[in-house]
């Protein structure tokens, strides 16, 4: 269910009027009519939820949030006023905490305990603003300064405002007093020149600088592609390149690696897209993407979090493992220097294998947790997610059934013991799951536990309380 969330510029510089003798604030009111009915040839879009947050001061920013309806939405839309300061930090972050209003009920940053794309509510916020000078009531300041004190219970628990399914953009209007330009050019619109566009870059949205009505068309019809189901990755490339490939596409370790410094597949921020199952309309998933840090049952509180995963590649060639009703994640990666660099290479029986650091008990760079491989077809990049440190657990897994015939000797349990030692402990639910589905249910004790202090435990459950309490 996506959520669209239109930030609106209500600042009194909207009340200029362009060249078609509409003001930007009615550009702006047009223009989110538009997206409605381009988004609405979708037909998942019935499950679509619009909310509304102007400029104005909080709490009187948010027109249309949560509990109000379609028809609120609309009605407010159609009676927004330009008057007062643009106030866009305070806005945006209004907006952002607005969207986390219902996560910590719903507990679906489960914080600690491994970050699962498959919970995710993807949101596309779109503020559509004049871009003039960023003013609020203290002065003109020449950068975007959100408030970091959120007022939302909880919201120390991540270091951003944002979070992974939450994507800025930002069309700003540019649009001429006089007549129109004569010199449109069609083709990509260009990013602005103001401060909104690096936070835009920052969530992994873009801005657009709207110059004519034709343009800001096309940019509506740009972002209606962009509201797609999924989680924002930083993709780091760890260790060194890999060696080239030679014209039969043998790898050619005489041919020197090309790469004298840092290429723009070294590091990505993309989308990997989080698709629902067919049947029932939700995403499945059987396995986290680890934490930064291993879980300390004496620790009273959490390490903060970043919005977005680091994920970290070896460009070593691996075969890639799975076995029999083992269950596994598969997601495609949003197209990006990565994935034309691997498709590139034509190597669809080869993977990467991916790591987040200081995920395992050394504070290095952790166990691989699955890895990057191109499909067969070369037609995409998949991330496939496995069981942390899978290459040691596969294997064992296929001797207990192959092998040993569900009857493990010692030398087995003792290498199965070493194994779930160096597992993170958010792990065991789903590998206990997983062991069920394979027809293995026992192997692993229940006295083992998840590895959070009692205190982390009540302060996320109290956080839970209050919120629910509060909305």
């Known amino acids: 269910m996506p959520i669209l969330l239109f930030l609106l510029d209500t600042s009194a510089s909207m009340n200029q009027r362009t060249y078609l003798g509409t003001t930007y604030l009615d550009v702006a009111k047009g223009a989110v009519e538009v997206f409605m009915k381009l988004r609405a040839r979708d037909p998942a879009s019935r499950g679509d939820r619009y909310m509304l947050v102007t400029f104005d001061d909080p709490p009187y920013g948010v027109k249309a949030g949560w509990k109000e309806n379609h028809a609120t939405f609309m009605c407010e839309l159609k009676n927004l006023q330009a008057s007062g300061l643009t106030t866009l930090g305070h806005a945006l972050r209004t907006a952002f905490d607005l969207l986390n209003l219902n996560r910590l009920i719903s507990g679906i940053d489960n914080y600690g305990q491994g970050r699962n794309p498959f919970f995710l509510e ?50 700003v209007l540019r649009l001429p007093g006089a007549a129109t330009p004569d010199n449109e050019q069609l083709g990509s619109v260009p990013t602005d020149e103001s401060a909104i566009t690096q936070m835009c870059e920052v969530t992994g949205g873009r801005s657009y600088c709207v110059r004519t009505q034709r343009m800001l068309n096309q940019c509506l019809e740009s972002l209606v592609q962009k509201v797609q189901s999924g989680v924002v990755i930083n993709f780091e490339k760890n260790g060194p390149d890999p060696p080239p490939i030679g014209e ?13 410094g840092p290429q723009p597949w070294h590091s990505c921020h993309k989308l990997i897209y989080v698709r629902p199952n067919p049947k029932t309309g939700v995403p499945v998933g059987h396995w986290p993407i680890p934490e930064s840090f291993w879980p300390d049952q004496n620790s009273p509180t959490l390490p903060p979090r970043t919005a977005h995963p680091v994920v970290r590649f070896s460009c070593v060639d691996c075969e890639p493992m799975v076995i029999d009703k083992l269950p596994f994640d598969k997601y495609e990666l949003e197209p990006s220097p990565l994935t034309q660099y691997i498709l590139e290479r034509k190597s669809p029986h080869m993977c990467w294998q991916v ?12 166990h691989p947790f699955g890895y990057l491989k191109a499909s067969t077809t070369l037609t995409c990049v998949n991330l496939f997610v496995m069981p942390y440190n899978y290459p040691v657990l596969l294997p064992l897994l296929d001797d207990f059934f192959k092998v040993h015939k569900l ?30 589905m394979m027809g293995a249910p026992n192997l692993i004790a229940d006295t083992m536990d998840c590895g959070l202090s009692y205190s982390v435990i009540s302060y996320l459950k109290k956080l839970s309380q209050q919120v629910n309490n509060e909305h």
């Open 122 to 171: 993807p949101s596309v916020i779109i503020t559509i603003t004049d871009g003039n000078k960023l003013t609020h009531s203290s002065g003109v300041p020449d950068e975007l300064h959100l408030p970091l004190n959120s007022p939302l219970a909880g919201s120390e628990l991540t270091k951003e405002p944002f979070r992974w399914d939450q994507r800025l953009f930002a069309l």
């Open 248 to 260: 039969d596409n043998s790898v050619d370790s005489n041919r020197p690696v090309s790469s004298f």
């Open 355 to 366: 790591f987040v650091s200081s995920s395992g008990k050394q504070n290095d760079l952790g």
């Open 407 to 436: 009857k493990p000797n010692l030398k087995w349990r003792q290498a199965f013991e070493m194994y779930l030692k160096t597992m993170p402990p958010y792990y065991l639910l789903p590998l206990k799951k997983a062991l069920r």
